[in-house]
Every structure is written in C-alpha cells, then in structure tokens.
C-alpha cells in the first residue's frame, strides 16, 4: 500500500479529507515523519446502556481531541435520536451503520442464525437511512454484527445489497483465522475477487473488547487459535483493570509500527466500555499512548478516503 506524501497529505487536508487534529503529526522541519499507522478508534454502538456510555467517550475524545467512527444500530439511534445527534455530531465523529436491528447478515459460530433475505435488506437499507435522517450526514460504512474471519468473501448476494444501497466500505472481517480471538492486523483489500471491486473492506484488529474482559457471560470459550499467531496478544486470565486491558492493546499498535500496517482499530462496544471501566480510564491511557506516538488519528471514512485516492 502506498505511503501518503507531505504533498499529497496537505492537500487532503486543505480539501478537509483530513482532520485537523492529525496535522501535529507533521514533523516542522519536513523531514519524513513516521505517520503509520493510523490509530482509528471505532466503536459498535448498539445496546441501550450505550447511551450513557457514549457520553463519556464523547468527553474523553474532545479533551483529546480524537476522531472515531461510530458504527450505530438504526434502533438504537431511533431510540434515543435527540442525544445521539447532540453527542455525535462534531467534525472529529463519523456516524455509521451496524445494521438496524443487529441481525446477522451470515452466520457464525457463536450467534444466532443469519436473518432472512429480506431482513438482510431491511438491516443494511433501513439503518443507513435512519442515520442519514436523523444525523443528516452520509453514511458510507456498515460494520457487520460479529463479523466474520473471511469478511463478507464469498458471499455475494450480501455484497449486492451492500452496493446497492450505497456504502462505500464494510467492516466485517473481526475475527481471527478459524474465528479465533484476537483479529490480526489485517490491512483494507477491496472484494474484486467475487466481483464488487470498488467496494471495500477496512477489517477490525484485536479483540473484541467484551470477550477480553469477559463481560459477555460466556465463561470459558474455545477462542484463541493454536499455535497462535499472536501468543504475545493472548493473556492467560481474563483482563481484570484497564491498564491490562490497554497493555494489550499496545502489543498490536507496537507490531503495527514494526510491520508498517496501514491502521490499526479496535473492536470496542460502549456498553461493555463503561461496565469494565466506568471512569474510561482506559481510553485515557490509550489516546495519551497515542497522542506521545505521533503517528496520525482518523475515521474508517478517512481510512476510506485514503486506500481509494
Ligand atoms: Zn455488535
């Protein structure tokens, strides 16, 4: 993948594809800084506790000045739609859809069935028009409920409906080989291979924060690959404090800089944020971590925006 020159790099940002708040990345001098990779923090919106969840992340990401990409359930937003428009319309946010009632656009081991051909159309239809009603910005991102180790390859009546109704991107590959935790630092790759080139995937890295910090329930689990790929990502108990939770974390941007990976983002919910970690002190220990990195901050849009120019 190639790398964004300076030239290239201002002039998205003058023509605002960039946030402002990327530019101190940008060494005074001109020499060639280190940008990679780019942090992206993401978050799957969908439960009802996530309201009040949102509005301490939102608090964390302005003091730090930290764009991310909210992928929302149309009825979640629906719910609550004068909040939702309140938190997260701001330039640093993109809002985008997790479908609209979170039914499963395939299936995958651990969760229900895949929802019907025609619910299939409603999920992805229906919450990209609630988000550009209420929001009144594009969506041009889905994240799939779960997600997938292969993405959507292979399936392509899901990525017609995903073309049809206007995305640009979708976000799908969240799992490791096998459906093992966590997610490697896969790269965007668009889905020429089953013939939907210009539509792209941009994956999700780590693990799934709520299986980390097991606050899904679901006690012990065949998750993790063997031999791993990534032993150094798999702690041995389950994550108990925020700094273990973001120590983990860290291991993937560390390997994301030596690797040269184009961005890294993580899989995080705001429910199970704020249950684990009410005071987000792991956010803070993440965006600080980042911050003192210097390398650029975006959205999956911006992402987007980047792999297609
Ligand atoms: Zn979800």
């Not at 089953?194 to 799934?208: A, Q, Y």
């Not at 184009?262 to 792991?282: A, G, Q, R, T, Y």
């Amino acid at each position: 993948m190639k790398q964004i020159s300076r030239r290239h790099f201002m002039e998205a940002a003058a023509a605002g594809a960039l946030s402002a708040s990327v530019l101190p990345a940008l060494s005074e001098a001109g020499e060639k800084p280190n940008k990679k990779p780019l942090y992206i923090a993401a978050y799957d919106t969908e439960a009802a506790e996530c309201l009040a969840a949102v509005a301490k992340i939102v608090d964390v990401h302005k003091r730090y000045e930290m764009p991310a990409t909210f992928f929302i359930v149309g009825k979640t937003l629906l719910a609550n739609p004068g909040e939702y428009r309140r938190l997260l319309t701001n330039p640093l946010f993109e809002v985008a859809s997790h479908t609209y009632t979170h039914g499963l656009l395939r299936d995958h081991p651990f969760g229900p069935p895949a929802v019907s051909d025609e619910e299939k159309r409603n999920e992805i239809f229906k919450s990209k028009t609630v988000i550009e009603n209420i929001l009144r910005q594009r969506c041009t991102g889905l994240r799939t409920p779960y997600g997938y180790d292969n993405g959507l390859k292979g399936d392509p009546k899901v990525l017609g409906l995903v073309k049809e109704a206007g995305y640009d991107y979708v976000s799908s590959l969240l799992w490791g080989p096998d459906c093992s935790q966590p997610a490697l630092l896969a790269d965007p790759f668009n889905y020429a291979a089953d013939g939907f080139g210009e539509l792209w995937e941009l994956p999700g890295h780590g693990w799934h924060e709520n299986l980390l910090t097991t606050n899904n329930g679901w006690g012990p689990r065949r998750l993790t690959l063997w031999p791993p790929i990534m032993p150094e990502a798999i702690p041995d108990k389950r994550v108990s404090t925020p700094r273990e939770e973001f120590e983990v974390y860290k291991v993937f941007i560390e390997k994301a800089r030596r690797d040269g990976n184009l961005f890294v983002s993580f899989i995080w919910h705001p429910w199970s944020l704020n249950k684990f970690d009410p005071e987000m002190k792991m956010l803070d220990l993440m965006f600080d971590y980042v911050r003192g990195l210097g390398i650029e901050t975006g959205t999956y849009g911006q992402l987007y925006r980047r792999v297609t120019a």
